[in-house]
């Protein structure tokens, strides 16, 4: 599966963004999808996970109360709303599938090429 993240941006602490995911190349709804970020000079780090159905979601805690991950199977993509934003949020952030449930960047074989985020204080 093809993945391809937009809609990073600049945006002052307390604000929003909404980013998404589109899907190609295989059938989107057998895969558990995922957010992943990488701030600079850290690892990459679990944001959220949905999935196939969108039934269940886990989410860091860090994100927790804040960000909303959700699909659209029909459409092929996976989205993440981030409200009230902070500047330890700025980073690439990364969509990611796999076949299981994991806060592990290894766990997720297929990747999007990233999208900025940043925010200011």
């Known amino acids: 599966v093809q993945l391809q993240a937009s809609g990073g941006g600049l945006v002052q602490a307390g604000g929003s963004l909404s980013l998404s995911c589109a899907a190609s190349?295989?059938?989107?709804?057998?895969?558990?999808m995922a957010w992943l970020r990488q701030a600079p000079g850290k690892e990459r780090e679990f944001v959220a996970t949905?999935?196939?159905?969108?039934?269940?979601?886990y989410y860091a805690d860090s994100v927790k109360g804040r960000f909303t991950i959700s699909r659209d199977n029909a459409k092929s993509t996976l989205y993440l709303q981030m409200n009230s934003l902070k500047p330890e949020d700025t980073a690439v952030y990364f969509c990611a599938a796999g076949r299981t449930t994991t806060f592990r960047s290894s766990g997720y074989p297929y990747w999007g090429q990233g999208t900025q985020v940043t925010v200011s204080s």
């Open positions: 190349g295989r059938t989107f709804s057998n895969y558990i």
């Open positions: 949905i999935t196939q159905s969108g039934g269940t979601t």
